[in-house]
């Protein structure tokens, strides 16, 4: 099973090309976000927040209500058995706190599979990716990967300037 990620612009091709009925988004607060016919609004995960990583006055930081929360809506989608169908993670841009996702997904449904093997497959399928490490940062201490998620992101660097993502997958088997 797959996790994609793409941008705001891009939900309704992507959950249509891939047939997803879970959807995750993590955008800032205020910005309207239509939900594609396909995805029920039991399984629509809207985490708003800004794309920061140290507190900013008049900004929503990403904190670690966020990060269990998505934590809890990917186990489920998960399920005892695995799912039917795949799951899509979105943000503004596909770049930044949609990757940290994709990415925080991956290890935390592969508690046993290396970080810095997730992180590399990562940067493989979405040169542009650059993950948002305040949100790596919580999940890592949140799935007690002591710190290992965190340099993986760090090893795999900033991701080539790009005002949108492509759409991509990352695949959840090991």
């Known amino acids: 099973m797959n996790v994609h990620v793409c941008s705001l612009a891009r939900i309704a091709d992507t959950v249509s090309a891939t047939g997803a009925q879970h959807l ?9 976000v239509t939900r594609p016919h396909l ?6 995960l809207f985490l708003g927040m800004n794309d920061i990583v140290a507190p900013m006055d008049g ?3 990403p904190g670690e209500r966020h990060v269990l929360s998505l934590l809890d809506f990917v186990q489920r989608w998960w399920g005892e058995a695995g799912p039917a169908h795949p799951i899509v993670i979105h943000c503004w841009a596909g770049i930044s706190r ?11 449904l ?11 497959e990562l940067r493989a399928r979405s040169p542009s990716a650059t993950p948002n490490a305040r949100l790596v940062a919580i999940a890592d201490g949140l799935l007690g990967r002591n ?9 795999i660097g900033r ?16």
Do not use: K, W
């Open 39 to 44: 995805i029920q609004p039991e399984n629509h």
């Open 159 to 174: 991701g080539r300037d790009a005002f949108e993502g492509e759409p991509f997958f990352l695949p959840l088997g090991a």
């Open 110 to 120: 592969n508690p046993r599979r290396d970080e810095a093997a997730i992180a590399s």
């Open 24 to 32: 995750v988004t993590l955008i800032n607060a205020g910005t309207a």
């Open 98 to 108: 949609s990757t940290a996702a994709a990415f925080i997904t991956s290890c935390a």
């Open 59 to 61: 900004y929503v930081e």
């Open 147 to 155: 710190g290992r998620m965190t340099e993986a992101i760090a090893r």
